[in-house]
Each structure stands twice: as structure tokens, then as C-alpha cells.
Nanobody, 124 residues
Framework: QVQLVESGGGLVQAGGSLRLSCAAS????????MGWFRQAPGKEREFAAA????????SYADSVKGRFTISRDNAKNTVRLQMNSLKPEDTAVYYC?????????????????WGQGTQVTVSS
């Protein structure tokens, strides 16, 4: 079992930056592949970024590639999502997710632990 708590969301103007954090507790964080997903109003939850257990491998959705960076600190049981050059279409609730796995996962259904989400709103 692992518990996930996101923080760092808020309101920002287009072109600005935000950094989301996900604090993991419970079993050892380094056993888990971690991901960030987002869900805009009226839309399905979608993949944004994921990172391997060691942090050596990352994966990004095309819509955020080059603007978002996922990182992790296993000693602090923390995963972060640095979001730069934000656009109004990035507005969504952002969720942290975990799965005990070896390979990086991008499918929503592959993750079995989820945080409660944090709201990100980008104004134009």
C-alpha cells in the first residue's frame, strides 16, 4: 500500500510556471513507477508524464513534451512535475499515480494507487 498526496497547484497566467509535488508514504517509494495524469472538465483522465523507479527513464505526452519535466527523489519519497510555458489548455486537475512495476507506464488503467488531485488553472 502507498498513499499519495499532491500539492503545488494554483492559478497562473499563460506562459508561467508551476511545480507540483507528490508525497508518497507507506511502502518504499523506489519500488514504484510514478506518473502524473490530468483531467480537464468534461474530458477523460489523460497521461502527462511518467518516471521509472530509478528516475533514469521518463516518458511524456506529446502535448507537454519540452515544457514539463518529471523528477523523483526516492530518499524523500517525492515526485515532482515542473511545468513551464503553461497554456490555458493545461488547465485540469492533476493526479499523481503509482504502480509497483519495472517498465514506465503511460496507461491510466495500469496504475492502482492515486492521489486526490490538485487543481491547476491557467488563465489567458
Amino acid at each position: 500500500q502507498v498513499q499519495l498526496v499532491e500539492s503545488g497547484g494554483g492559478l497562473v497566467q499563460a506562459g508561467g510556471s508551476l511545480r507540483l509535488s507528490c508525497a508518497a508514504s507507506g511502502r518504499t517509494n523506489s519500488r514504484y513507477v510514478m506518473g502524473w495524469f490530468r483531467q480537464a472538465p468534461g474530458k477523460e483522465r489523460e497521461f502527462a508524464a511518467a518516471i521509472s523507479r530509478s528516475g533514469a527513464t521518463t516518458s511524456y505526452a506529446d502535448s507537454v513534451k519540452g515544457r514539463f519535466t518529471i523528477s523523483r527523489d526516492n530518499a524523500k519519497n517525492t515526485v515532482r512535475l515542473q511545468m513551464n510555458s503553461l497554456k490555458p489548455e493545461d488547465t485540469a486537475v492533476y493526479y499523481c499515480a503509482a504502480r509497483e512495476a519495472i517498465t514506465v507506464l503511460t496507461n491510466t488503467d495500469a496504475y492502482n494507487y492515486w492521489g486526490q488531485g490538485t487543481q491547476v488553472t491557467v488563465s489567458s
